[in-house]
């Protein structure tokens, strides 16, 4: 069964500042999601991506296969990117379809 | 077009009674999920659906938990003789596979 591994827990900075989220799992997967909830809010789906790199206006996500890693990137961060980043995997090595497996979360605040 | 809903969005109930959750998925969605999370945590897998039956509920706690899809589309998840550790936000989430799942808004339960 995967385990999911986020880093930094929380995460504090500027207005304008380039903001990295990382996340390690430990089985072979189909593809890795990238969630964002805001506080009292709903989850959305950011990204899923199986190899390589995507991007969605200020939103990078890489994916290294080989080094079970994957990082989400904010480029010129604004306040209202603040919320929670998750990271997430299937529960079982390949799974296109199974139940997904969570990391705690990042905690993003960005200050004005 | 609509996303996933879910009925109530809060319930608060006594301990040791019973409830039912309910999830409306995506027109089309083949695939649903029943995830929980707890206040600052990640969710947590419960059951996956394909369809009518369950593919996967190894996430349910006990057998006080019990899910159903009965025409593959509409799910409810029942709770009897609820627990105050059962507090917690029930979320819903559908897919197309191998397409990326979507969450519904969550039904926050509080057991007094």
């Known amino acids: 069964k995967n385990e999911v591994e986020q880093s930094p827990q929380n995460l504090t900075a500027q207005e304008g500042e380039f903001i990295t989220i990382n996340c390690s799992y430990s089985v072979g997967i189909s593809a890795l999601h990238w969630l964002q909830q805001h506080p009292g809010g709903g989850i959305v789906s950011l990204f899923m991506l199986s190899s390589g790199k995507k991007k969605h206006g200020r939103l990078i996500a890489t994916i290294n296969i080989q080094e079970k890693h994957s990082s989400l990137h904010i480029t010129a961060s604004h306040p209202r990117d603040s919320a929670v980043y998750i990271c997430a995997v299937p529960m079982y090595s390949g799974g296109g379809a199974d139940g997904l497996t969570f990391g705690k979360g990042t905690h993003l605040i960005i200050q004005p | 077009g609509a996303g996933v809903s879910q009925t109530p969005s809060n319930k608060v109930t006594e301990k040791g009674k019973y409830v039912e959750l309910r999830c409306d998925p995506i027109?089309?969605?083949?695939?649903l999920y029943w995830y929980r999370q707890s206040l600052g945590q990640g969710p947590e897998f419960l059951i996956y659906f394909q369809g009518t039956g369950a593919a996967d509920d190894s996430g349910l706690p006990n057998d006080r938990f019990f899910a159903v899809r009965p025409e593959g589309s509409v799910s409810t998840l029942k709770i009897q003789r609820t627990e105050r550790g059962d507090s917690a936000v029930y979320l819903c989430a559908s897919s197309l596979p191998p397409d990326t799942q979507y969450f519904g808004p969550g039904t926050r339960l509080t057991v007094l």
């Open positions: 027109s089309g969605h083949t695939a």
